[in-house]
């Protein structure tokens, strides 16, 4: 998968407090640097699936860390909530790693509809 335009870049510490001994406690990027999994961010209301790259692959263990970009694909969910130091969590069968949002970046989100504007074309 081609990497879009990320609509944030966020970083991730690793903790897999949900995953008991007899899972896997570990989380790795393969060789296109591409992972997808659902996540819960501080302020929304249900878990949404999140895109992330890095550069390459990766294995990440317990109290490991690194940068991602980041794409939701239900943006208008988490719009308003992306900003630096929002807080989410990455699920897969159990919060695994803690993330928060360290850049925004405003041309990966889509244009918003004219329903959505106001007159001015700030959102109403």
Known sequence: MSRP????????????????????????????????????MRGVESMYTLGMWRDGEARFEEGDETDVDCISICPEAIDSAVVPGAVFELWDGGFFAKG?????????????????????????
């Not at 407090?17 to 819960?40: I, K």
């Not at 329903?115 to 959102?123: M, R, T, V």
């Open 5 to 40: 335009q990320p609509q944030f870049r966020a970083r991730l510490k690793f903790h897999f407090r949900e995953h008991g001994t007899d899972r896997r406690r570990w989380f790795m990027f393969g060789a296109d640097g591409h992972r997808r999994v659902p996540m819960q």
């Open 100 to 124: 928060h949002v360290i850049e925004r970046f405003d041309e990966g989100w889509p244009e918003r509809t004219n329903s959505e504007q106001g007159a001015d074309g700030n959102p109403h």
